[in-house]
C-alpha cells in the first residue's frame, strides 16, 4: 500500500471518529482528487463527507451511506450502487454512467448536471430529487419514484420509465426528448404528458 491511499486510510478513520463523537474527536472527510478504487471502503462511513472528483469505477459499493456527503464532479462509471443512500446529498456534475442504482435512495439530492447515462435506476426513491440540466439518456428508472422531483433541461432521450410512479407531483419544466446535438424540447404539460404515457408502457 503506498502512502496515498495509507493517508486515505487514515482520513476515512478519523472520519469514522468523528460520526461516533458526534464531532467531538477526529475530522470530517475531505477528499480531493482521490483515486479510490483500490481501497476497500466496506468498513468506512462516507456520509457527511467532502468527496470531491474522486473515481469510483466499477467499485461494490452496495448499500453503501452517503447521505449528506458533497460529492461533485465525482465518478461513479460502472460502479454497483444498488440499495446506496444518497439522501440530500450534492451530486452535481457527477457521473454515475452505466452504474448499477437500484434501490437507491436519491431523495431530495441535487443532481445539477450529473450523468446517469446508461444507469440502472429500477425501484429507486427520487421523491424531491433535484434534476437540472440532468443526463438520463437510455437510464431505466422502472417503477422509481419521482413524487415532487423537479425537472428542468433534463436529457431523457432512451429512458425506460416503465411504472414509474409520482409524476403527476414532480414538477416539469422541460425536458429534451431528442439528443444533445439535435434536441427536441418539451415543456410544462407537454412534458409531463410524454412522461405518464412512457410510465405506462
Known sequence: M???QNNIIVLLQQHQLWIDTVGKQGSK???DEEDMRSIDLKNYPLDQGYITECMFHSMDLQGKDFHYSVLCSSKFISANLDGANFYKSDLSYTNFSGANMCHTKLAKA???EANFQEAD???SNLIACL???TNLQNAILKNADLSVASFKNVLLNGVNMSGVRGIEEAMITSINIGTIDNPSILNNE???N???AQAVK
Do not use: G, I, P
Request: charged content about 25%; aromatic content about 14%; hydrophobic content about 40%.
Open 190 to 192: 407537454e412534458a409531463k
Open 110 to 112: 441535487d443532481c445539477y
Open 121 to 123: 435506476l429500477s425501484n
Open 2 to 4: 503506498n502512502s496515498s
Open 131 to 133: 434534476f437540472h440540466d
Open 29 to 31: 472527510l475531505v477528499l
Open 194 to 196: 410524454w412522461m405518464k
